[in-house]
């Protein structure tokens, strides 16, 4: 099957303090044979500053370096983040915004360090698409590998099946000798 490779240089850009935004410059296109999506993930530029775009008409790949912590799903501009200015009242909180209309920040990843002081902010892209970072999620771990979480699901199908099987042994009932007859 086709699909339209497109290769791009990385930027880190701070949004914010402790925000940084990946912004990418595309640098070529080519034009290249898979077979399935997963011969798409395999095809990633040596430089680790360089993100590829591999567009199929059943799928989209996005191979980026480890570096970031939330990848987006194709390269997009940024357009406001928001961020609350007041938290004392909590059922209306007050937010303000910087607007990236005049600059052209094309952005495929984000990422958050411990200088980041809010505890919360939406960043808004073309197309609808927005993204929610909070400040909880900074001692989280950036997404694992596909292999990882089969793992996970194999371990929980285990103990349902477990639970099930003692649940099921604890609800037989002695049944008298003339409801057996009948």
């Known amino acids: 099957m086709q699909a339209v490779v497109s290769y791009y240089k990385l930027e880190p850009v701070e949004l914010l303090p402790g925000l940084i935004g990946y912004k990418v410059v595309k640098e070529k296109e080519e034009l290249i044979n898979v077979k399935d999506e997963e011969e798409a993930e395999k095809i990633t530029s040596q430089d680790t500053s360089h993100v590829s775009v591999i567009n199929a008409n059943k ?3 996005v191979n980026t370096p480890g570096l970031m912590r939330y ?29 990236f209309f005049d600059k052209d920040y094309k952005l495929i990843g984000l990422d958050i360090n411990e200088n980041f002081d809010k505890p919360f902010v939406v960043l808004d892209f073309e197309n609808g698409f927005t993204k929610i970072i909070s400040k909880g999620e900074m001692n989280s771990k950036p997404k694992g590998t596909k292999e990882s979480t089969v793992k996970k699901s194999k ?11 003692k649940r099921a042994g604890s609800r037989q ?3 008298s ?3 057996r007859k009948s």
């Open 71 to 99: 990848t987006l799903p194709e390269p997009l501009k940024l357009l406001r983040i928001g961020y609350p200015k007041d938290l004392q009242n909590v059922e209306s909180v007050g937010m303000e915004y910087l607007t």
């Open 59 to 61: 799928f989209r790949v």
């Open 155 to 165: 371990k929980k199908a285990k103990s349902k099946k477990k639970k099930s099987a």
């Open 177 to 179: 000798k003339s409801a």
């Open 173 to 175: 009932k002695a049944k």
